[in-house]
């Protein structure tokens, strides 16, 4: 039994072995008739049954030439083939291989074979058929032409951004503080990842410098409500359901976080060990988080991040990332079992 | 750097810069003033294309990934800042920022229960859900983008492949190439014992046994004891829709031992 996956792209199915990657068949839309969904029942698994063309004559070389069968089977062995069906419906009655030209010819196969299969994204193969197609552009719709032309301009800025940033490395010529600034805010508005940064502080344009401010402002009362703290991901939705529209990326959000200190802010974001991300009020200092921690795991005797997160009104990762903190400093010791990890006051 | 004043620094300029100009070279202060016109410039035809097919980008996911896939090529990244053209003019940016807040909203709502790993299956029908009958359809391929980006706010955003998609990681949990595999070889049944492990993955007792452990204590996985043969590790993440309910914290903490 073959067992494989298969994809179905605008202009072909392809099936691909999972074991062997090389083994591959690819199969034309063009070619198929028609094709049926075949139930599940006891003992069988659910199936599309996909009806072939004959050969054409101009068929490319492939690993057969032709096939006594006329159809082939896939077999869905766990699920997968009723979002398939659904998807090879909708490309069927859309026909876009009549429309968009596809890459150089593929060697094609009929044949029978039954496996294993399960839906998958198409992205990947689309790639390489956009690639194809920016090339040869053809009677592609205005919104693709459109599309090609406008980043053909871009392209142009990305090479300019690239030699200027060259340029700036070198330190050829005299760029005042002014023109960086400058520069920096060409590189936010058309996206380019500025490559002359080496700053810890963030971008530095004054974009982010703003929003810093603003979020200093906003933060606080729900920092204060928080325990003093709030994870970057809680502050991102806050944030964003606040504005409604003209939102924050991550990367703003972090980019003007970055600035707090710099900017003589209240606010400072922190990295915990663990890689998560928050913002904390500068007037909650570290001893008093941790002697709090202290407190109340005495108090209770032990307690795990989900009880101490409860006791808190605080979220888990956060009550988690205390707990951990005060373990560091060596106010607490753990208990690490399958049953979860639980802190004690560490009497040592 | 300050450009230097006096008649001295102007000399010494004037003949660097006259030095430049026989090589043919371009000063960067002169780039970046070209720059900006440019970008003058390309805004214009941004407004215009805009103008024309903004509702493409929002209604059509096709259009979305051909959209993205031409902009790495070119090395822009329309999503960094909402600060952006593309997200200014085009409302792309709104779009998959919109679409982190949900998300990040439909992990930590079910985080009690998967311990913070969910198939991105999964995450696409709450994610349709939540945004109701007259929301956009929002493809797979968006919400992965989505993820990418929700990547730079720490906290352990990631995606494992599994079974021909992905499981999406929403906790800072360590997760390692042994942990992934045994998910990997829970993808089929939703569950995974000792045996299966140590039978597909040629691993001794102590190794699967420590990486189930692991699973167990993150809260990625149950433990179900009383099995028929031996205990058998089920993956929240990996269940059915149709099969699973939700349940309580307290119900998650008795079902362990």
């Not at chain 1, 101009?58 to 077999?75: A, T, V």
């Not at chain 2, 829970?186 to 299966?196: F, H, L, Q, R």
């Not at chain 2, 349940?247 to 079902?255: C, D, L, R, S, W």
Request: aromatic share 6%; charged share 25%.
């Amino acid at each position: 039994m073959d067992l494989g996956i298969v994809l179905l792209t605008t202009h072909r199915l392809i099936w691909r072995d999972q074991k062997n990657h090389e083994c591959c068949i690819s199969i034309p839309l063009s070619q198929v008739i028609f094709f049926e969904e075949q139930a599940a029942g006891i003992g069988k698994s659910a199936k599309i049954v996909i009806h072939l063309h004959p050969n054409p004559s101009n068929k490319e070389p492939g690993p057969y030439q032709h096939s006594k069968f006329s159809h082939i089977k896939l077999s869905f062995k766990e699920h997968g083939q009723i979002e398939f069906y659904r998807r090879l419906t909708e490309e069927m009655t859309q026909k876009r291989w009549e429309n968009t030209p596809a890459s150089e010819p593929m060697p094609t196969a009929t044949g029978s074979k039954t496996g294993r299969t399960r839906a998958v994204g198409i992205v990947g193969i689309e790639r390489k058929l956009e690639e194809k197609r920016k090339e040869t552009d053809k009677s592609i719709s205005e919104a693709f032409e459109d599309l090609s032309k406008l980043m053909v301009k871009a392209k142009e800025m990305v090479e300019l951004s690239r030699s200027i940033a060259n340029k700036i490395k070198d330190k050829q010529g005299d760029i005042t503080e002014d023109e960086t600034i400058r520069f920096k805010s060409y590189l936010l508005s058309m996206g380019i990842a500025n490559p002359v940064t080496r700053e810890t502080h963030g971008s530095g344009t004054h974009y982010h410098m703003q929003l810093a401010k603003q979020l200093g402002d906003m933060l606080q009362a729900p920092l204060e409500e928080r325990g003093g703290m709030m994870a970057l991901t809680e502050v991102y939705c806050l944030v964003n359901r606040a504005r409604g529209m003209e939102l924050l990326s991550p990367e703003d959000l972090v980019n003007a976080c970055k600035m707090f200190e710099s900017l003589k802010l209240p606010l400072r974001l922190r990295v915990f060990d663990s890689g998560v991300m928050v913002v904390q009020l500068q007037s909650h200092s570290e001893e008093e988080m941790i002697a709090s921690a202290l407190d109340n795991v005495s108090d209770k005797g032990s307690l795990t991040a989900e009880e101490f997160a409860k006791l808190l009104g605080l979220s888990v990762l956060l009550s988690k990332e205390r707990l951990l903190l005060a373990e560091k400093m060596g106010h607490l010791c753990r208990d690490d079992s399958v049953e979860g990890l639980r802190f004690y006051p560490n009497l040592f | 750097m300050r450009r230097g004043v006096g008649a001295g620094a102007i000399a010494k300029k004037k003949l660097a810069e006259a030095k430049y100009k026989e090589r043919g070279t371009v000063l960067a202060e002169d780039q970046i003033a070209q720059m900006s016109k440019q970008l003058e410039t390309f805004k214009t035809h941004l407004e215009e294309f805009a103008s024309k097919h903004k509702q493409e980008i929002r209604k059509s996911s096709q259009f979305r990934v051909q959209f993205q896939e031409m902009c790495a090529t070119i090395g822009v990244d329309p999503l960094a800042s909402g600060k952006g053209f593309w997200s200014e003019m085009l409302g792309v940016g709104d779009f998959y920022y919109e679409l982190g807040v949900q998300i990040i909203e439909v992990c930590l709502a079910l985080k009690h229960r998967n311990g913070g790993l969910i198939t991105l299956d999964e995450l696409h029908h709450r994610v349709l859900k939540g945004r109701g009958k007259y929301a956009q359809d929002v493809s797979q391929d968006d919400l992965v983008r989505a993820i990418k980006k929700l990547k730079a706010m720490g906290n352990g955003f990631g995606m494992i492949p599994v079974g021909g998609s992905y499981l999406v990681q929403s906790v800072p949990a360590e997760l390692n190439m042994d942990h992934t595999v045994v998910l990997q070889l829970a993808e089929k049944k939703g569950y995974v014992t000792i045996s299966e492990i140590k039978d597909s993955l040629n691993w001794e007792r102590e190794r699967a046994s420590h990486v189930v452990d692991h699973l167990l204590k993150e809260g990625l996985a149950w433990l179900d004891s009383q099995a028929e043969g031996e205990p058998q590790y089920w993956l929240p993440a990996l269940f059915s829709e149709i099969a699973s309910r939700d349940v309580t914290p307290e119900e998650a903490n008795q079902m362990t031992p």
